[in-house]
């Protein structure tokens, strides 16, 4: 069974940093894609970035550029997000979820897990 | 980045009605289309992908269509817990985006 379970949410100050992270099982992780995702509260879907099977790639927002970093271990079955210098409109719950698809960059989130809220406020 | 539109916001339906839902693309995606369903406090879901691909499990009375531009999700017979609210996805291009999602409710 695929399972995605993040961690590392919380409350930070305005400026502060945290790191989240994304423990995944029952699939292949070095084989897919991996996404963050968030969700502002009673929001929409936001896409924040992504990761290569190999980490050679990433991708990310532009409101996040130069502020996150994705990352992951492979051997550790893991994903990261590293968020610096946080902002209010950062607030959101943030899901970890797994790419599919059979055309490079092109690919529909298939699992996805529970979400960690981040609430940055003073 | 391409702009998803869905309409209607929110829809409220009964028991048993056939409902549709559409999203727009501000430029072709040819296909690359995902639904996904959504309800308080849990994870969104993957419906359908590639516009009228069934994800394995996902019940037959749900469908998808739409090329170029114009997409629909179709549920042909409402149940219980259909009501929640869905979103569409594009993943044509980078950055993949979202529409605003669109909430169905019980009349």
């Known amino acids: 069974e695929v399972q995605l379970v993040e961690s590392g949410g919380g409350l930070v100050q305005p400026g502060g940093s945290l790191r989240l992270s994304c423990a995944a099982s029952g699939f292949t992780f070095s084989s897919y894609w991996m996404s963050w995702v968030r969700q502002a509260p009673g929001k929409g879907l936001e896409w924040v970035a992504n990761i290569k099977q190999d980490g050679s790639e990433k991708y990310y927002v532009d409101s996040v550029k130069g502020r996150f970093t994705i990352s992951r271990d492979n051997a550790k079955n893991s994903l990261y997000l590293q968020m610096n210098s946080l902002r209010a409109e950062d607030t959101a719950v943030y899901y970890c979820?797994?790419?599919?698809?059979?055309?490079?960059?092109?690919?529909?989130?298939?699992?996805w897990g529970q979400g960690t809220l981040v609430t940055v406020s003073s | 980045a391409i702009r998803m539109t869905q309409s209607p916001f929110s829809l409220s339906a009964s028991v048993g009605d056939r409902v549709t839902i559409t999203c727009w693309a501000s430029?072709?995606?040819?296909?690359?289309l995902a639904w996904y369903q959504q309800k308080p406090a849990k994870a969104p879901k993957l419906f359908i992908y590639y516009a009228s691909s069934l994800q394995s499990g996902v019940p037959s009375r749900f469908s998808g269509s739409g090329s170029g531009t114009d997409y629909t999700l179709t549920i042909s017979s409402l149940q219980p817990e259909d009501f929640a609210t869905y979103y569409c996805q594009q993943y044509y291009s980078t950055p993949v985006t979202f529409g605003q999602g669109t909430r169905l409710e019980i009349k």
């Open positions: 979820a797994r790419g599919s698809g059979d055309y490079p960059l092109r690919y529909y989130f298939d699992y």
């Open positions: 430029q072709g995606i040819s296909s690359y």
